[in-house]
């Protein structure tokens, strides 16, 4: 059993920044390939960005990648996801996950997810 606890989202401005963050507890953190979703109302949970257990490879979205940043701490058991350049289309609610079996970018490759956290983008 993991468990995860997102935080950081928030009510921001076009072109402003935030810093996600999910604690992970349960399981060996280190062996655990990780990855951030999100869901805008009435649309499906897509991905964002996912990192390998160790932090030596990382996968973005087209739609984040140059503006997003995912980054873990194996020795807080936190994953992180920078936010930059934050537009109005990025408003959704952000899940932290951690993967059990199946590609990367898809919400049923991974067993656990976190509770969310709102991130709303004013214009």
């Known amino acids: 059993q993991v468990q995860l606890v997102e935080s950081g989202g928030g009510l921001v401005q076009a072109g402003g920044s935030l810093r996600l963050s999910c604690a992970a507890s349960g399981r060996a953190f280190s062996d655990t390939f990780m990855g951030w979703f999100r869901q805008a109302p009435g649309k499906e949970r897509d991905f964002v960005a996912a990192i390998t257990s160790r932090g030596g490879t990382t996968y973005y979205a087209d739609s984040v990648k140059g503006r997003f940043t995912i980054s873990r701490d194996n020795t807080k058991n936190t994953v992180s996801l920078q936010m930059n350049s934050l537009k109005p289309e990025d408003t959704a609610v952000y899940y932290c996950?951690?993967?059990?079996?199946?590609?990367?970018?898809?919400?049923?490759?991974?067993?656990?997810w976190g509770q969310g956290t709102q991130v709303t983008v004013s214009s």
């Open positions: 996950a951690a993967k059990g079996y199946g590609t990367y970018y898809y919400p049923t490759a991974y067993r656990y």
